[in-house]
T-cell receptor, first 114, second 113 residues
Framework: EPEVTQTPSHQVTQMGQEVILRCVPI?????FYWYRQILGQKVEFLVS????????KSEIFDDQFSVERPDGSNFTLKIRSTKLEDSAMYFC????????????FGAGSRLTVL | AQSVTQLGSHVSVSEGALVLLRCNYS??????LFWYVQYPNQGLQLLLK??????LVKGINGFEAEFKKSETSFHLTKPSAHMSDAAEYFC???????????FGAGTRLFVKA
């Protein structure tokens, strides 16, 4: 069964460092998403991406965050200068269509900022 | 703006008992509604979805949910809990464009032997 692959599974970084989280969505999916889940809290929407541009973003997704689909297969989330509060599990998801879209999630990348 | 509220952050049932996880939504337009399940150290997996066809939706692993517009609810049920059902369950809502799916805070289900 096709799956969404995320790397790294766990990254530890120092505050102020740049981090890039990588995702390989399902190959025939057209819509891509990043969510985050701070430990013990809800799953929060960060951004959606379609046709090589951001479709929608939340208030969490400020100028420190950016997304890119550099090569037609990878979908990356970059955090320019990490803060302690960026520590969370980051989930990538993809879907075939929007609307009644069923999101297929990756297993997540755990980011720990020290 | 759309939102979902899940009543009860933790629910504990005995094996074989009825499972009822509550979800209420808020949406200015007819929504799409979903239930996802998250097992430890895994991503979220779809249990079932409502897309304005039948109001009673059947999902995987014996779960079902009923859309009640008058109550703005989409509660998840399973007649008989199994130990393997222990997980975190998330209710979610999406608008027709679907660029943003909003998740509830989650309900952790514990199943006692």
């Amino acid at each position: 069964e096709p799956e969404v692959t995320q790397t790294p599974s766990h990254q530890v970084t120092q505050m102020g460092q740049e981090v890039i989280l990588r995702c390989v969505p399902i190959s025939n999916h057209l819509y891509f998403y990043w969510y985050r889940q701070i430990l013990g809290q809800k799953v929060e929407f960060l951004v959606s991406f379609y046709n090589n541009e951001i479709s929608e973003k939340s208030e969490i997704f400020d100028d420190q965050f950016s997304v890119e689909r550099p090569d037609g297969s990878n979908f990356t989330l970059k955090i320019r200068s990490t803060k302690l509060e960026d520590s969370a599990m980051y989930f990538c998801a993809s879907s075939v269509i929007s609307g009644a879209n069923v999101l297929t999630f990756g297993a997540g990348s755990r980011l720990t900022v020290l | 703006a759309q939102s979902v509220t899940q009543l009860g952050s933790h629910v504990s049932v005995s094996e074989g008992a009825l499972v009822l996880l509550r979800c209420n939504y808020s949406s200015s337009v007819p929504p799409y509604l979903f239930w996802y399940v998250q097992y430890p150290n895994q991503g979220l997996q779809l249990l079932l979805k409502y897309t304005s066809a039948a109001t009673l939706v059947k999902g995987i692993n014996g779960f079902e949910a009923e859309f009640k517009k008058s109550e703005t609810s989409f509660h998840l049920t399973k007649p008989s809990a199994h130990m393997s059902d222990a997980a975190e369950y998330f209710c979610a809502v999406s608008d027709r464009e679907g660029f943003k799916t909003i998740f509830g805070a989650g309900t952790r289900l514990f199943v006692k032997a």
